[in-house]
């Protein structure tokens, strides 16, 4: 399993509109092989996960490559820089151990 995240910090008061384009983006998402889960984490202060889940590290690279990701990041130009108070930060991850109910 691999994980990715991409961690936004949101300007004050601007977290309900970050949060409105990514109700309304189409991921694409359930088009490609190896995709598991999606989540958005809110946290404090404007803090922003998007979370994914893959079946493997190659799987998100095919994904990265895809025609779904071009077609999921085409709107990206349209949000506003003055949203964020700085870049984004990527940060992936090899699963090495799951636990679950």
Avoid: C
Avoid at 4 to 31: C, K, P
Avoid at 39 to 64: M, Q
């Amino acid at each position: 399993m691999y994980i990715v995240m991409n961690r936004f910090q949101v300007a004050e008061g601007r977290e309900e509109e970050f949060e409105e384009i990514w109700r309304t983006r189409d991921s694409y998402l359930h088009e490609v092989e190896g995709f598991q889960e999606f989540h958005l984490l809110r946290g404090d202060g404007g803090d922003f996960i998007s979370h994914t889940t893959w079946e493997d590290k190659s799987a998100f690279d095919s994904w990265v490559g895809s025609e779904s990701f071009h077609k999921a990041h085409a709107r990206s130009s349209d949000t506003p820089p003055d949203l964020f108070t700085g870049p984004a930060k990527v940060s992936m991850y090899d699963v090495l151990l799951t636990q679950t109910k």
